[in-house]
């Protein structure tokens, strides 16, 4: 009996009552009845291209039981013999395109439409219906996947994998007809394309039209042993067919003690998992500012009192600043003491094998160790397996979960026995790029910290949604819906591979009911945010300026413009000499850029409303405060990520000297020069920047540019100039 | 700096100082026996508010040393430096009884002091017209110290230019160019040159190629501001007119890009000028100024002590 939620059809003589919107396929499967796919896969949107799931359900054409949803009422048949005949020339017409057997099938006997065929009793022998006239092009050009289209059957599952699942929109369909095939960014060789090796596409292909190439020549060191890989811990439970076919992709690593094994800031596509020995793992840089001037000599002497006098280098005493450095690994880094120990068991370099980031810290080998390097492919089959994911898991709550609560300040006041208790509470839970955790307006039901990547915090305001943030490691998110109205004030969504830990409503209560302290420094800090989220809306929201110079420029994403008046400006660099002298003799601003009516928009930090600098820091070193700047911590390891993805050229490198290890000569320091990110931090110190101060024409101002430019041409009276 | 409403109170302080010197200068003068003077009392009062705004004004100097102190915006230093150190002209006036010295020291300090105010009005005057006619002549302006490189950048362009429809131009590489031929710019420009070189000269590009080599890449030398016909927007324009119509219609396009590097260094060579005259003054002004205190200082103890 239907109900208005429900429907009640029959298939194959067997009356079936389903939710409604269920589709054919999914109301057959429930009574265990199964009906054949190709182009359907759960988890992907149906799209019935395939059409070999053809069901009769009594009308003029067979329907697509993966698409047609339920009907009250309906007569389903699977299995008849226009059915099956209608579905054996299906497949005879796809197998006709398809050389037999596959790669596919050929390795791994695993060819979903040979299997089918084979199951379905169509010999390709007897095929009624003529080959392509001529093959169809091979792509080698990808490192890790080969394209072969003559396999390819163009049932989607690639595009939407890659378009639905991994977002990357590298995947769609070429030409028309009969010369259609699947394409990389508008067809080109797919190693040419925007293509990031996910891999996504050649796990969801049917056929052999996308197949791992395998990496044997990829990773250097020493090959490993199959089945002794297989008999692993972490490994148990995952096919050898696929390690066979990886076997490049993973590679034993022996290093001597004191012996490098990666180092902070280099780019890096591999992630390691300790075998035996132990490996110290820590920050080289120090963690001071970059500096041009010799504090040793009298004058630095001097200076360096007169800095102190003027404030400068107050960086070091904010109060919103983390104890602990999020690196890359299952620890987090002391402030005070960047060093760590990793034993066996230990993972590192995840995030750099996931999405690519730079090192976050140097391992060196403390013992004789032996460890595995693995690429992407691995550790994702890795992290799927239960038995490793488990490991990890509790290694990450025995080690670091408790460091990452005690280095946020909030938690500061927690029990270690109300910590671990809570250890034992707390999910870690894995999203892919662009997957949606929450969105606004849904039920709040936890607080998330982040452990691994970055998380896009997004608000809705009428004309447009706005970043609010860019959530690094260490930090979380989740608290305004659980201690306001139980519902989500924002859409946070991963902006890569990102893991965190979810703690639940009824947890998160339990504390603030048990730390009153941390009640308050939540409430402190939400009305932070709140604060934090007025500014920008309102930024947002004022849109009395809509230029299309304000606009390509960029400026209205921008918070804090240094304007320089042209009329005024005797280009006489005082602005620039005094953001050197502020900021220990590295200027931040450069007196040039964009102009905008008569005024020059100087290369200083704008800080933007959408900070893309923030974005991918290993160490999560840059960072924005409660006053909306963006400021850089003194650990930076330079790596430049930051500087590269500023759109407007605001954030630079500068080297400075420092001694390290020599890896020739242990025990021993040798000079080098490293590099520091700096970026203009406002002088927030003061009152009023040292540029715009240091201006003796008043030509120099620190402004919000939207309502500055709105006072400037609309004449609307508002504060704007800082 | 400019001289807007926010000197209002700089303006009305001085104008109180220079009301109340006034007011008590008339009956000093008309009761002085023999005529005021730097020594009386009352012109001894005059000299030390005199010398005391002029040291204010000479510290300007030192604040800009300085210039992460939070000792007042610079912007308030320069308003009071310029209307407290115009004041004390009338002030040490006061303190001369008007005269413009009486010795050679004191003749010698008042004939400096009066450079010293003219350069500062003159250096006030230019920067109220030069930063206006920057921005409105140079809309590429550039930082000055990167002129040099941004004008051989041009001259690589127009070589590329040039090579592009005539082929490898034969020139013998300017002494000024030498150091910019070891730059990775030179030799990417090399580079470009030897990709280029099997370019087919286009008919007619020999003219061009003569024009270019002859009269126009010598006006892309990085030093020095240039001179000659393609210096004046009108005359360069007449110049490129007669030219055009020597070169086939295929040139023309080649000869506009020519031209629009042409003005673009020509802004450029404005911009050095204009960037002179916006500096310069102050090589008058704040020797002067300097010589002027230390000879006021001289001056001071001469008169107390002999």
New interface residues.
């Given amino acids: 009996m239907s109900s208005p939620e429900t429907v009640s059809l029959n298939i194959d003589g067997k009356d079936v009552t389903v939710p409604k919107g269920t589709t054919i396929y999914n109301a057959a499967k429930s009574v265990g009845i199964d009906i054949p796919v190709l182009c359907h896969l759960p988890g992907l949107e149906p799209v019935a291209v395939c059409r070999i799931c053809a069901v009769d359900v009594g009308a003029r054409v067979y329907a697509a039981a993966c698409l047609r949803q339920a009907e009250p009422g309906m007569k389903v048949k699977t299995n008849t013999e226009p059915v099956v005949q209608a579905r054996k020339t299906l497949l005879e017409l796809l197998m006709a395109d398809h050389p037999v057997p596959c790669e596919k099938h050929k390795e791994l006997g695993s060819c979903e439409l040979e299997l089918l065929a084979e199951k379905e009793g169509v010999a390709a022998s007897k095929n009624r219906f003529a080959p392509p006239p001529a093959p169809r092009k091979l792509d080698h050009s990808a490192a890790n996947i080969a394209v072969n289209h003559n396999a390819c059957i163009l049932c989607d599952r690639c595009i939407r994998a890659c378009t639905n699942v991994k977002q990357n929109f590298v995947i769609g369909r070429n030409g028309k007809g009969y010369v259609a095939q699947i394409g990389f960014d508008n067809d080109m060789p797919m190693g040419q394309s925007s293509c990031v090796s996910c891999g996504e596409c050649m796990v969801s292909c049917p056929t052999g039209a996308l197949t791992n190439v395998g990496f044997e020549a990829h990773l250097a060191g020493e090959k490993v042993d199959i089945e002794w890989l297989s008999k692993l811990p972490i490994f148990q439970g995952i096919s050898a067919a696929f390690l066979q076919r990886n076997e490049g992709a993973v590679v034993k690593r022996p290093f001597k003690k004191g012996e490098i094994i990666c180092r902070e800031g280099e780019f890096g596509n591999t992630a390691f998992y300790l075998l035996e020995g132990k490996v110290d793992i820590f920050i080289s840089s120090p963690v001071q500012r970059a500096t041009k001037k010799d504090t040793r000599s009298f004058f630095g002497i001097v200076r360096k009192m007169?800095n102190r006098?003027?404030q400068?280098g107050r960086d070091t005493e904010d109060p919103e600043r983390m104890k602990y450095i999020p690196i890359d690994a299952t620890v987090d880094l002391h402030l005070g003491n960047p060093t760590a120990q990793l034993g066996p068991g230990d993972l590192f370099g995840e995030m750099s094998a996931l999405s690519f980031y730079p090192r976050s810290a140097t391992v060196r080998a403390s013992e004789d160790c032996v460890l595995l390097e693995m690429l992407r492919p691995v550790l994702q089959i890795l992290q799927k397996n239960p038995a490793f994911k488990k490991e990890m898991d509790l290694k990450y709550k025995d080690r670091a979960l408790a460091n990452q609560l005690r280095s946020m300040p909030i938690f500061g006041s927690l029990t270690p026995e109300f910590i671990d208790e809570l250890r034992n509470k707390v999910e870690l839970v894995k999203y892919d790029p662009g997957t949606v955790i929450f969105s606004e307006g849904d039920p709040a039901d936890a607080l998330y910290i982040v452990r691994i990547g970055f998380v896009k915090v997004l608000k809705l305001f009428p004309g447009g949604e706005l970043t609010l943030a860019y959530l690094h490691r260490g930090t979380y998110f989740g608290e305004m819906g659980l201690m306001g109205e139980m519902v989500r004030t924002a859409t946070c969504t991963a902006l890569d591979h990102v893991e965190v830990v979810r703690i639940k409503a009824v947890d998160f209560n339990l504390m603030l009911e048990k730390f009153p302290q941390v009640r308050a420094e939540f409430e402190k800090e939400i009305r932070n945010r709140q604060e934090q989220t007025k500014a920008i809306t309102q930024i947002g929201q004022t849109s009395d300026v809509t230029m299309r110079d304000f606009l390509d420029q960029g400026l209205m994403k921008a918070q804090s413009l240094l304007l320089l008046d042209?009329?005024?400006?005797?280009?006489?660099d005082?602005c620039v000499?005094?953001c050197a002298?502020?900021h220990d003799g590295i200027t931040r601003l450069?007196?040039?850029g964009l102009?905008f009516d008569?005024f020059l928009v100087a290369t200083a930090c704008r800080s933007c409303t959408d900070p893309l600098c923030m974005v991918g820091c290993p160490v999560g070193s840059i960072r924005r405060r409660n006053s909306l700047e963006i400021i850089i911590e003194d650990w930076c390891v330079g790596c430049g990520l930051c500087a590269e993805q500023c759109p407007y050229g605001n954030i630079n490198l500068h080297p400075f000297d420092t001694r390290e290890d020599d890896p020739d000569h242990p025990g021993m320091k040798k000079a080098q020069v490293r590099n520091k990110a700096t970026v203009c931090d406002l002088c927030t110190e003061?009152e009023?920047p040292?540029c715009v101060?240091?201006?003796?024409?008043?030509a120099a101002h620190r402004v919000n540019a939207q309502e500055f430019f709105t006072r400037h041409y609309v004449g609307t009276p508002k504060t704007a100039a800082r | 700096m400019i001289v807007d409403s926010t000197h209002t109170r700089w303006i009305i302080l001085s104008v109180a100082i220079l009301v109340v010197g006034l007011i008590t200068y008339v009956p000093y003068h008309a009761t002085t026996p023999g005529g005021p003077g730097g020594g009386t009392f009352q012109g001894l009062i005059y000299g030390f508010v005199g010398t005391a705004m002029m040291v204010f004004a000479g510290l300007l100097g030192a604040r800009k040393r300085v210039r992460i102190w939070r000792l007042g915006r610079a912007q308030e230093w320069v308003r009071a430096h310029i209307w407290l150190g115009l004041i004390s002209f009338p002030i040490i006036l006061f303190h001369a009884g008007m005269s413009f010295g009486r010795g050679s020291l004191t003749s010698v300090l008042m004939w400096l002091f009066a450079i010293v105010i003219l350069s500062g009005i003159l250096g006030l005057v230019i920067q109220h017209v030069l930063p206006r006619m920057l921005l409105d002549r140079v809309p590429r302006e550039t930082v000055y110290e990167q002129v040099p490189r941004v004008i051989d950048q041009l001259r690589q362009e127009a070589d590329t230019l040039i090579e592009s429809v005539s082929g490898v131009i034969d020139h013998p590489e300017q002494p000024a160019f030498a150091e910019a031929s070891s730059s990775p710019g030179r030799r990417a420009h090399d580079l470009r040159t030897r990709a280029t070189a099997l370019a087919v000269p286009v008919e007619g590009s020999d003219e061009l190629k003569r024009f270019y080599l002859i009269e126009v890449r010598p006006f892309f030398h990085p030093e020095g501001i240039p001179e000659g016909e393609l210096m004046g927007a009108k005359t360069s324009s007449a110049r490129f007119g007669r030219i055009r119509l020597l070169l086939p219609r295929d040139l023309h396009d080649t000869l506009r890009d020519l031209e629009t590097l042409c003005e673009e260094r020509r802004e450029l060579a404005l911009q050095q000028k204009l960037h002179h005259w916006l500096h310069g003054w102050l090589l008058v002004h704040i020797p002067i100024a300097y010589a002027l205190l230390l000879l006021s200082v001289i001056h001071a103890l001469m008169s107390l002590f002999y």
Avoid: G
């Avoid at chain 1, 042209?566 to 006489?572: A, G, H, N, S, V």
């Avoid at chain 1, 101060?693 to 008043?698: E, G, K, L, S």
């Fill in positions: 007169a006098l003027t400068a042209l009329e005024r400006c005797t280009r006489c005082e000499r005094a002298d502020a450069v007196r040039d102009r008569r003061h009023e040292s101060y240091a201006c003796p024409h008043d």
